[in-house]
């Protein structure tokens, strides 16, 4: 959960000094920064389903994002803050129960390394994008 905590921090890092319209811009190749944040809470939300865990209104928040509704930044943040609490008040039978799917066995274990392995790719991706900083060319970023 540290290094869940500790990533989401970074991505928060990169994204919080963007403006609104730098979120938005289309880039040459992939998504607006905006869809990518979108994309990492739909994500969350899935493995957390996929463990079994029951987040209480982070359905709710998801399908904001999805909609484009308000700054993804601050959507994510708060969905953020219920996942997380939610993750840490995993009771021992959570932490331990086996989730059969159609794509085989989730796990505890599973859900958080995938949860880790999906954000990483996201801050990556983020973190490219922007460089040193954000370059707007022909109005979308680089």
């Given at each position: 959960?540290?290094?869940?905590?500790?990533?989401?921090?970074?991505?928060?890092?990169?994204?919080?000094?963007?403006?609104?319209?730098?979120?938005?811009?289309?880039?040459?190749?992939?998504?607006?920064?905006?869809?990518?944040?979108?994309?990492?809470?739909?994500?969350?939300?899935?493995y957390?389903?996929?463990?079994?865990?029951?987040?209480?209104?982070?359905?709710?928040?998801y399908?904001?994002?999805?909609?484009?509704?308000?700054?993804a930044?601050?959507?994510?943040?708060?969905?953020?803050?219920?996942?997380?609490?939610?993750?840490?008040?995993?009771?021992?039978?959570?932490?331990?129960?086996?989730?059969?799917?159609?794509?085989?066995?989730?796990?505890?274990?599973?859900?958080?390394?995938?949860?880790?392995?999906?954000?990483?790719?996201?801050y990556?991706?983020?973190?490219?994008?922007?460089?040193?900083?954000?370059?707007?060319?022909?109005?979308?970023?680089?």
């Amino acid at each position: 959960m540290a290094r869940l905590e500790w990533l989401r921090d970074d991505t928060f890092a990169l994204v919080d000094g963007l403006e609104p319209p730098e979120l938005t811009l289309k880039p040459t190749k992939g998504r607006p920064i905006d869809r990518i944040l979108s994309h990492i809470l739909g994500a969350d939300y899935s493995y957390l389903s996929a463990g079994g865990l029951k987040v209480p209104g982070l359905h709710a928040l998801y399908a904001a994002a999805d909609r484009g509704e308000g700054d993804a930044r601050h959507i994510l943040r708060e969905a953020t803050r219920v996942s997380f609490a939610r993750l840490n008040a995993m009771t021992a039978e959570e932490r331990e129960r086996l989730v059969e799917k159609s794509t085989g066995a989730w796990t505890c274990r599973r859900m958080l390394r995938r949860l880790l392995e999906h954000n990483w790719e996201h801050y990556r991706e983020v973190e490219e994008r922007l460089g040193s900083g954000p370059a707007v060319r022909d109005g979308r970023l680089a």
